[in-house]
């Protein structure tokens, strides 16, 4: 009998964000004034490996990436394992330094601009992921169109990111993917080819437009009517999207989820950063205990709420309990 599998393993995207808070976002060739600035986290493995830490996982966390050999690299092997997380897999390269990231948060808004520098993360490539020894239950991989080496066709006419996917499950694991906004050339059959490799696949109104070739307004209904799409075009068990309405969920050989966003104060949002990778991190947790589709989106929402409260990705994360006590406070709209 096969032991039974736990944990998450989170691969792709390790980046140092420089986070500056600005009082506007301005035009092309005029002057902002920046408040404050901090190194945080970034990339979709690193915000979410520590977000579950945040949430208090019950399982082990690990992470698989590349980081270069300097003092950026050195503080996030340091931030993950001062968090219990697996770094045996986060290799580093002298032939680029980490990568970062200049985050741009409007200080009222909370809303975004990244000026992303690609670094390490540029020379990831399936030889680096081995899933022959881990006994992890999921993997998440983030994110598609932000790895050069993982994001190009091979002579098959399938990609190297489909490869590590169809790798890991094989291997046993569960896995899910999720985009950047990007609207880089290729992106929808980049995207398109994981798919098939993908069980679970996250995104948002951006994203998904993208990938079905027409602008989506965000509304519950075109979230909904773009998840049961995107789910037809390979999906192995759920599309989850969100936007700032809410979060969808569509689910192979089942029904629609739909959950409307917490209804939050006007100033209850200090930065927007990292709140995508929080919703992730929320489902992945339900997901893992074998929670029920409702459940999931419930600490997702919750999870995603819970980044608000802070301008970087994951100092405002909480545990669980609290995180879900978020719906209590401030019931959906």
């Keep these: 009998m096969k032991p039974q599998r736990s944990g998450l393993l989170a691969g792709g995207n390790f980046i140092v964000d420089q986070l500056k808070l600005v009082d506007h976002y301005p035009e092309q060739d005029r002057l902002a004034f920046v408040s404050s600035q901090s190194r945080t986290n970034g ?13 208090g996982a019950p399982f082990p ?6 980081v270069g050999d300097d003092e950026n690299g050195r503080w996030i092997r340091e931030d993950l394992a001062a968090r219990g997380i697996d770094t045996g897999q986060l290799h580093v390269t002298n032939e680029a330094a980490t990568s970062y990231t200049d985050v741009f948060s409007v200080e009222s808004t909370g809303r975004r601009t990244f000026f992303h520098q690609p670094g390490a993360n540029a020379l990831l490539e399936p030889a680096h992921f081995d899933f022959s020894s881990s006994a992890a239950k999921l993997f998440h991989y983030a994110y598609l169109m932000l790895l050069d080496r993982l994001d190009r066709f091979d002579g098959a006419g399938s990609t190297a990111a489909a490869s590590v996917l169809a790798r890991a499950r094989a291997a046993g694991l569960v896995t899910s993917v999720d985009m950047v906004s990007a609207g880089r050339a290729g992106f929808r059959e980049l995207v398109l080819a994981a798919l098939p490799q993908a069980d679970h696949l996250f995104g948002n109104e951006i994203e998904a437009g993208l990938l079905l070739d027409q602008p989506l307004d965000g509304s519950l209904p075109d979230l909904a009517e773009a998840a049961a799409r995107l789910l037809d075009l390979g999906v192995n068990d759920a599309v989850v999207l969100h936007s700032p309405a809410g979060a969808v969920a569509a689910v192979k050989g089942g029904t629609s989820h739909v959950l409307p966003s917490l209804k939050l104060p006007a100033d209850f949002s200090k930065g927007a950063t990292g709140a995508g990778d929080a919703f992730a991190a929320g489902y992945l947790h339900g997901l893992h ?13 919750c999870a995603a709420a819970a980044c608000l409260r802070h301008p970087s990705p994951s100092a405002g994360i909480l545990p669980v309990a609290d995180c879900l006590a978020l719906e209590s406070r401030f019931p959906s709209a």
């Design 289 to 301: 205990e074998g929670w029920p589709m409702e459940r999931r989106l419930q600490l997702a929402t």
């Design 61 to 66: 966390l690990a992470a698989i990436g590349m």
């Design 43 to 55: 990339g979709g493995p690193y915000n979410v490996l520590k977000d579950l830490a945040a949430m």
